[in-house]
C-alpha cells in the first residue's frame, strides 16, 4: 500500500480549506495532516506532525504567509511549500521564492492547476502560476536602472555615473530575460522557477552571454546593465 503525501492547509478563509480538502481528499493521493488560519497554528500543528507539503496564503493574521515560510525553512529544509493566494505584486512573490517556496499559485487556479501543481513539486519541480510569472516579468522590465540594489555596486567597485555600451542586440528573446533578472539579483535557481527551465539550462544561457558581451563576472555584468542605456 502506497503512503499518501501528508499536506498542511494554511489559510484564514474557512470555505477555501473546506474545498481544497474536498480536491486533495478526492484525488486519494493526499492525506490532509492539519489546517490552520494562521501561522502560528501551522507551526504547531507542524510541531505535532510534520507534512511533505504545506500549502500557505499570505495574508493572515498573527503570523503571515511570508514569516511562516521563512521560520519552515530553517527548520524544515526538506518539506515542500506552495503559496496559494490573492496577492501577486512584486514583493510577495520574490520575497516568498527567497524564502523558500516551490511554487506560487493564485487562488482562482482551478482543481487540475492545483493537482498539477502538487505533481510538479513533488517530483521536484517548481511551479509559478502564469499571471504571476507575466507580472514579474513586466516589472523587471520597466523597472529603471536607478532603482538597482546598491549591494552590487558596492561590491565590484564600479561606481563611475558613466553610461557603459553593451551589444545587447546581439542577444536573444530569452537572454534579455535572464540578464533583466540578474540586474535584480536574482539566483539561478530563482530564474529557473520563474523560467521554468532548468538550473543548467539558466547556467548555459548566462555563458551565452558572458561571451556575446565579453563580460566574465556576474556581478560585472549585474552592473553594467544597469549603467547602460544603449544598445549597438
Same mark, same amino acid.
Given at each position: 500500500m502506497n503512503t499518501k503525501y501528508k499536506v498542511l492547509l494554511v489559510d484564514d478563509e474557512t470555505l477555501l480549506l473546506e474545498s481544497l480538502e474536498i480536491i486533495l481528499t478526492l484525488s486519494e493521493e493526499y492525506e490532509i495532516v492539519g489546517k490552520a488560519r494562521n501561522g502560528l497554528e501551522a507551526l504547531e500543528c507542524i510541531n505535532h506532525i510534520v507534512p511533505d507539503l504545506a500549502m500557505i496564503d499570505l495574508n493572515m493574521e498573527t503570523i503571515g504567509g511570508l514569516e511562516l515560510i521563512r521560520n519552515i525553512r530553517n527548520?524544515?529544509?526538506?518539506?515542500?511549500?506552495?503559496? =496559494?493566494t490573492t496577492f501577486y505584486d512584486e514583493r510577495n512573490i520574490t520575497l516568498a521564492m527567497q524564502y523558500g517556496a516551490n511554487g506560487y499559485l493564485l487562488k482562482d487556479s482551478g482543481r487540475n492547476a492545483? =493537482?498539477?501543481?502538487?505533481?510538479?513539486?513533488?517530483?521536484?519541480?517548481?511551479?509559478?502560476?502564469?499571471?504571476?510569472? *507575466?507580472t514579474l516579468t513586466k516589472l523587471i522590465s520597466d523597472k529603471k536602472s536607478s532603482k538597482k540594489s546598491n549591494t552590487i555596486?558596492?561590491?565590484?567597485?564600479?561606481? /563611475?555615473?558613466?553610461?557603459?555600451? =553593451?551589444?545587447?542586440? *546581439?542577444?536573444?528573446?530569452? *537572454?534579455? *530575460?535572464?540578464?533583466?533578472?540578474?540586474?535584480?539579483?536574482?539566483?539561478?535557481?530563482?530564474?529557473? /522557477?520563474? =523560467?521554468?527551465?532548468?538550473?543548467?539550462t539558466v547556467k548555459n544561457y548566462i555563458s551565452s552571454i558572458y561571451d556575446k558581451l565579453q563580460i566574465h563576472d556576474r556581478a560585472a555584468l549585474a552592473v553594467a546593465l544597469t549603467k547602460t542605456n544603449r544598445i549597438i
Open positions: 527548520q524544515y529544509d526538506s518539506m515542500k511549500i506552495l503559496v =496559494l492545483i =493537482l498539477t501543481a502538487l505533481l510538479n513539486i513533488r517530483n521536484g519541480q517548481s511551479v509559478i502560476d502564469q499571471k504571476v510569472l *507575466e555596486a558596492s561590491l565590484t567597485n564600479l561606481d /563611475s555615473p558613466q553610461n557603459i555600451i =553593451l551589444p545587447l542586440s *546581439e542577444l536573444t528573446k530569452r *537572454e534579455h *530575460e535572464i540578464c533583466a533578472m540578474i540586474a535584480e539579483g536574482f539566483t539561478n535557481s530563482q530564474i529557473a /522557477s520563474f =523560467l521554468y527551465i532548468s538550473e543548467g
